[in-house]
T-cell receptor
């Protein structure tokens, strides 16, 4: 059974660093890219970026490039989303999702993690 | 403000058919496939529709999707209380070089 299991909720102060994780199991971890998707309070879903676990190649949404870092450790089938200096506006639910090829040049997310709630408050 | 536009809410009674719309532009829905995701309270989002109108294994045929021009829609017939949740449309955006989502439609079964 394919599973993406995310780390637990976090409460942090502005300026602190944080790394949350997403562990994949039940499939070949290096075969599928992992994306991170943000849901800010009361808002919709927003794609943040993705990583190819095979070689750690990454793409970021232009609006978030430089503020977050996506990484992966294929030896432990885990992807990460990291901040070096959190802001209050980073308060959100964060999801990881597995990207699958559906043919005709089309990619979508076929499995999602359960979400990690990050709260940043002084 | 989400790139794709969905109505914030939709509702229906058990057994009814409900449709949810999703409006985009030429850089996303107009030139790429549409996906629909169901997000039930306390669970991970679930893929309902891919490539505009295809259902993954396990999704019942009372769920259907369509696309025309820069708009798409999701239809759920035989509405059940278990269908209550938030539904998101998504599509690849050529300008962003990444996927974009709608703001989500909260479906209520009355």
């Amino acid at each position: 059974e394919v599973q993406l299991v995310q780390s637990g909720a976090e409460v942090k102060k502005p300026g602190e660093s944080l790394r949350i994780s997403c562990k994949g199991s039940g499939y070949s971890f290096t075969t599928y890219w992992i994306s991170w998707v943000r849901q800010m309070p009361g808002k919709g879903l927003e794609w943040m970026g993705r990583i190819d676990p095979l070689d750690s190649y990454t793409n970021y949404s232009p609006s978030l490039q430089g503020h977050v870092t996506i990484s992966a450790d294929k030896s432990i089938t885990t992807a990460y989303l990291q901040w070096s200096s959190l802001k209050a506006s980073d308060t959100a639910m964060y999801y990881c999702a597995r990207r699958k090829y559906f043919g005709s040049g089309s990619y979508g997310f076929d499995y999602w993690g359960q979400g990690t709630l990050v709260t940043v408050s002084s | 403000q989400s790139v794709l536009t969905q109505p914030p809410s939709a509702s229906g009674t058990p057994g009814q058919r409900v449709t949810i719309s999703c409006s985009g532009s030429n850089s996303n829905i107009g030139s790429n496939f549409v996906y629909w995701y169901q997000h039930l309270p306390g669970t991970a989002p679930k893929l309902l529709i891919y490539n505009n109108d295809q259902r993954p294994s396990g999704v019942p045929d009372r769920v259907s999707g369509s696309q025309s021009g820069t708009s798409a829609s999701l239809a759920i017939s035989g509405l059940r209380s278990a269908d209550e949740g938030v539904y998101y449309c998504a599509a690849w955006d050529d300008n962003l070089n990444g996927p974009v989502f709608g703001g989500g439609t909260k479906l209520t079964v009355l």
